[in-house]
Nanobody, 116 residues
Framework: QVQLVESGGGLVQAGGSLRLSCAAS????????MGWYRQGPGKQRELVAR???????KYADSVKGRFIISRDNAKNTVYLQMNSLKPDDTAVYFC??????????WGQGTQVTVSS
């Protein structure tokens, strides 16, 4: 089984920064891509950022220039550096892993709250 362990969520003021981490583990682990999704109250889940095994990144338009996704392949860990946070960024952030055979795995989610 693949396990995703998230950390780094919390409460910050607008304009502040936060870094989320997601560590993947499990037998036969293979990674095509890892990324972050978020879901705010009354909203659908949306892709925030994704990074492939080759290093290609993709960002939601709403976070471009503010968020940076990175990875540590040796640790099977993906990070999301969130800068210039806004109240609209308040959401539960979910780590996602896509395997080489395109199976999808999800973390339990970590709450990010940005106060004004």
């Amino acid at each position: 089984q693949v396990q995703l362990v998230e950390s780094g969520g919390g409460l910050v003021q607008a304009g502040g920064s936060l870094r989320l981490s997601c560590a993947a583990s499990g037998s036969g682990l293979s990674i095509n891509a890892m990324g972050w999704y978020r879901q705010g109250p009354g909203k659908q889940r949306e892709l925030v950022a994704r990074i492939t095994s080759s290093g290609t990144t993709k960002y939601a338009d709403s976070v471009k220039g503010r968020f940076i996704i990175s990875r540590d392949n040796a640790k099977n860990t993906v990070y999301l550096q969130m800068n210039s946070l806004k109240p609209d960024d308040t959401a539960v952030y979910f780590c996602n892993l896509r395997s080489l055979v395109y199976s999808e795995y999800w973390g339990q989610g970590t709450q990010v709250t940005v106060s004004s």
